[in-house]
């Protein structure tokens, strides 16, 4: 699974070269990501295109993973 996450931030770097800005956060205290996807870029007052939140030790947290790679995937 430690992959999968590492593979998720590099996906989140290739979107920033296709100008969208991805916003990825560790919490090592629960385990967790958290990413925001801005495509075209943050502005002000912008809210998230789409969020996700992943916490590995959670039952669904592979299919969770596979949903942020899919919709990453797509924007690179």
């Known amino acids: 699974m430690q992959e999968r ?5 590099l996906l989140c770097m ?4 296709k100008g969208h800005h991805c916003y990825y956060n560790y919490s090592p205290h629960v385990d967790g990501i ?7 870029g943050w502005k002000y007052g ?3 295109d789409k969020s ?4 590995m ?3 669904d947290a592979q299919e969770q993973i596979s949903y ?9």
Request: net charge positive.
């Open 5 to 9: 996450i590492v593979n998720l931030f």
């Open 14 to 17: 290739q979107a920033k070269e």
């Open 34 to 40: 958290t990413i925001s996807v801005f495509k075209n």
């Open 46 to 48: 912008k809210k998230p």
């Open 52 to 55: 996700f939140v992943i916490f």
């Open 57 to 59: 030790d959670c039952f």
């Open 68 to 76: 942020a790679e899919a919709y990453l995937k797509e924007l690179v």
